[in-house]
Structure formats: C-alpha cells, structure tokens
C-alpha cells in the first residue's frame, strides 16, 4: 500500500505550471507567488549560464506530481497549508489559541447559563 500523501512534502503542480510544474511546486511548497517564483527560476537559470536549468530539469523528471486529492478547496486552505509549511510551530501555537479562546467563550456561556440570572431563568419558564 502506498504512503498517503503529504501536504508538507514538494510535488510537481502540472495543473497550474506551464513547463513541467515545478515552478508552481515551488510556489506551492514555498508560499512564494507564482509569477515571482518563475521570474527567479528564470533570473537563477540566466546567472548560472544554464546550470540552474540542469537542476531544473532533475527535479521535473525525479518530483512526483501533486496528487489529486490535495487540491485546495479555497484561499483560506490554501493560506493554512502555506503556513503550515513555512512554519509550523507558528502554525500549531495559533491553533492553539484559538481553542483557547472558543474554550474561554464556552466558559463565558457556561457561568452565564448556570449563574443565578432571574431574568434568563424566567425567560426559560416562559418558553415552557
């Protein structure tokens, strides 16, 4: 059975890449735009007189493509991953205070629920 795959490893993007897609598996892997990540794969190409291209070349034959089913549903999961990869120890401490914060907001809502208030309690009678 083959690993499953993973939202932090480098694939090759053929569906958004003009030329094997690795261009867009960098920018897709980097968080870096598209269009500015072939200006510098074009601008690194130019200044090694053709030795980037070699590179280039090796990782558009060795890289597995992007499989289907890590296509980004949205912006905002695109975003996240992005994230994700570029740091995700940042990454996991913001998840982090966001339940934090849902988890304090539930506590809000308990004690008001639970607290002594006449009238949420004869509001409850009256829906009775």
Known sequence: MPPSPSRTKFYKDKANGKVMGVC??????????????????????LMSSGGAFLLYLIAGVV?????????????????FWRGVRASPTKTAKSIHAEFRAIDRRLADIE????SENRVLARQIDELK
């Open 111 to 114: 004690s008001y629920v639970t």
């Open 24 to 45: 867009a598996g960098l920018s897709d892997y980097t968080g870096i735009d598209l269009t500015l990540m072939r200006i510098m794969v074009l601008f690194a190409i």
């Open 63 to 79: 890289a597995e493509d992007k499989p289907a089913e890590l296509k980004y549903e949205n912006e905002e999961d695109q975003r």
